[in-house]
C-alpha cells in the first residue's frame, strides 16, 4: 500500500511539473517571453506569427483601404496610441503599461503577421480585438499603421 501511494505522489507531482512547465511554455509563447529592452519587457509574438501573409499587401497604399484603416485605428487604437501613434494617447498615462510608439523603428521592422498577431491578441492593458473586428479589419490597421513609417 505504501509502495502504491508513493507512486502516486511521484505521478501527481510529475503531472504537475509537467503542467506547470506547459503552463510557463505558454505564456512565455503568447506574451514574448520576457525579454527587456531598455529596461522594459519586450512583447514578442511568437515564430509562428512572422510568416503570416498579408491578404491586403497589394492594397499598401490605397487611399480607400488606408481611409478604412485609419478610421479603425482612430475608433480602437488612438485613445491609447495616439492619433499620430506614438504611444502618447489620451489615455496613455493613465495605464501601467506604456502603449508602444508605432512610429518606432522597433515596431516597423516587425513583420506584418507579428502586427497582425499583436491585435488579434492583445496584450493587457491592450485588449484581444479578434472578438472585436473581422479579420480583414485587423489587417486593414496593419497596413495603416505601415503609414507611421513615413512619418
Known amino acids: 500500500m505504501e509502495k502504491i501511494l508513493k507512486r502516486s505522489l511521484f505521478s501527481v507531482s510529475f503531472l504537475s511539473l509537467f503542467i506547470l512547465f506547459a503552463a ?8 514574448g517571453g520576457g525579454d527587456k529592452q531598455d529596461g522594459e519587457e519586450v512583447w514578442k509574438a511568437p515564430e509562428s506569427a512572422k510568416s503570416l501573409e498579408n491578404p491586403l499587401e497589394k492594397f499598401k497604399g490605397n487611399a480607400k ?8 485605428f482612430t ?19 493613465f495605464l ?3 502603449p508602444r510608439d508605432l512610429t518606432s523603428s522597433a515596431v516597423q521592422i ?6 497582425f498577431w499583436k491585435i488579434e491578441n492583445g496584450n493587457p492593458p491592450m485588449p484581444t480585438f479578434k472578438e ?5 479589419e485587423m489587417w486593414m ?5 505601415r503609414t507611421f513609417a513615413s512619418e
Open 96 to 98: 501601467e503599461k506604456q
Open 132 to 136: 472585436i473586428l473581422t479579420e480583414k
Open 110 to 115: 516587425e513583420t506584418d503577421g507579428e502586427i
Open 65 to 72: 483601404i488606408t481611409d478604412i484603416g485609419k478610421s479603425l
Open 24 to 31: 510557463v511554455t505558454f505564456v512565455e509563447e503568447t506574451s
Open 75 to 93: 475608433k480602437q487604437c488612438a485613445t491609447c496610441h495616439g492619433d499620430s501613434g506614438e504611444g502618447d494617447g489620451a489615455a496613455a498615462r
Open 141 to 145: 490597421l496593419v497596413n495603416y499603421i
